[in-house]
């Protein structure tokens, strides 16, 4: 695989993630439990799907052929998708869905900080972009799983059943194949394994303060990086692209 | 010739300066720190611009209406350009600019320092002034406002709601 091509990949890895997680936040718009957190939500949304923006009008420069990242985000199917399982699941109630943004947050916050560092310019200077908005949405939703856990018993059970259910796609978030290797070797991309401890620490600090057991003995799925997704994906991406699909080249 | 190309950089940036922001019209785009640099290169006029907040909606219709602005001017041939870094940052309002801002009904951004990024992933903006009485009895009711920019506040003094620059 060329030099350009395992770039192109990387960068396509980080893009994804925020889109469908942004996607999946944007679904949320005008149904959050009230007024102030619907609209978190929805600006949440588009930081995630603003960054994401930004990497694949770089990744469509590398590629070139005269692509754009609207036929990366809209004519690509699922298995060319590479974003990890965690943030493709659907919404069910509210603190599933924070604890959804939180685990993602805790790792990215950490993420973009190690980014800053990418002997790639561009990927560094997304990062620092990035990084800042990255901090007020781990802010949020870190204040939300103390107020969830520590409030009431049924705010309580319900991160419970949410972590019984989210804590199988963690590890996913950290596993790289050898080409990322060879990027984290030439210094380009973050070593995940070297983020991991702060993740951990910082998981383990909040859910403390929240009074949250950890989940232990869960056996973890993977399989997004490699394009093999959940079923969810698709009906998501089914409606993300319906309209670009249906009227090619449409803009608005 | 450099004489007179210098002369029209200062022009552009005076009219670039009318421009408001589409969404707090009492500052125009260059107090907001949008516009960074603006030069001729082999005869093309040179604009570069930086987005406040990545997925900011308004960033699309601040191109616009510097497309427009300078098309309206007589120019023709000039290409706007995305620069993302260095990143951009509340800190480089002026005094002035911030206190439009306030006399708009916004508190300022409060100035950024580094050393509190660790402290950011626990605490939010603490002393923020309200913009109506100036008090600092205020609290924060969320992180997320009414645009990407602001969070939404409370003075316990007055009252009031209002918005507050969040400081990035």
Not at chain 1, 11 to 36: C, M, V
Not at chain 1, 92 to 118: E, G, I, P, V
Not at chain 2, 85 to 110: C, R, V
Not at chain 2, 122 to 143: F, H, R, W, Y
Request: with cysteine; glycine share 4%.
């Amino acid at each position: 695989m060329s030099q350009n091509n395992s770039l192109f990949n990387y960068i396509l890895k980080i893009a994804d993630n925020q889109l469908i997680l942004g996607h999946r936040l944007s679904e949320q718009s005008s149904k959050g439990p009230f007024l102030e957190e619907d609209i978190a939500c929805s600006n949440i949304a588009l930081d995630l799907i603003g960054a994401a923006n930004s990497l694949y009008i770089y990744a469509a420069a590398i590629q070139g052929e005269n692509k754009t990242e609207d036929d990366l985000v809209f004519l690509r199917s699922e298995r060319d998708y590479k974003n990890v399982l965690l943030v493709e699941q659907p919404n069910t109630d509210f603190a599933f869905l924070m604890l959804r943004q939180f685990l993602f947050d805790t790792y990215d916050f950490y993420f973009q900080q190690a980014l800053l560092n990418s002997k790639d310019e561009t990927l560094a200077a997304i990062a620092a972009k990035t990084l800042k908005e990255s901090t007020y949405h781990l802010r949020h939703s870190g204040n939300w799983m103390i107020r969830l856990g520590d409030g009431t018993a049924e705010s309580a059970t319900r991160l419970k059943n949410a972590m019984n259910q989210l804590w199988c796609y963690i590890d996913e978030l950290f596993e790289q194949d050898e080409t990322e290797l060879a990027l984290v070797a030439q210094g380009i991309a973050v070593d995940t394994n070297a983020i991991k401890a702060q993740f951990d620490s910082h998981v383990a600090s909040i859910m403390q303060s929240a009074g949250m057991d950890i989940p232990t003995n869960i056996f973890m799925q993977r399989g997004g990086k490699h394009g093999v997704h959940t079923e969810h994906l698709g009906f998501l991406l089914a409606e993300m692209q319906y309209v670009h699909r249906s009227f090619p080249g449409v803009k608005w | 010739m450099n004489q007179i190309n210098s002369n029209e950089v200062s022009f552009i940036w005076d009219i670039l300066n009318e421009i408001p922001d589409p969404e707090i019209p009492v500052i125009s785009l260059v107090e907001l720190g949008v516009v960074r640099n603006i030069l001729w290169e082999n005869e093309v006029l040179q604009i570069t611009i930086t987005p406040t907040y990545s997925g900011c909606p308004a960033m699309r219709v601040m191109e616009m209406d510097i497309d427009q602005r300078l098309r309206s001017a007589g120019f023709t041939n000039f290409k706007i350009n995305m620069q993302y870094h260095p990143s951009w940052t509340t800190d480089w309002m002026t005094q002035e600019t911030k206190l439009k801002l306030k006399e708009y009904g916004i508190a300022p951004p409060q100035l950024h320092t580094k050393q509190r990024v660790g402290a950011l992933l626990t605490e939010g903006p603490t002393n923020v002034a309200c913009p109506q009485c100036n008090s600092e009895n205020t609290k924060l009711i969320s992180e997320f406002g009414s645009t990407a920019c602001k969070s939404l506040m409370k003075c316990n003094d007055c009252l009031e709601t209002f918005d507050y620059f969040k400081c990035i």
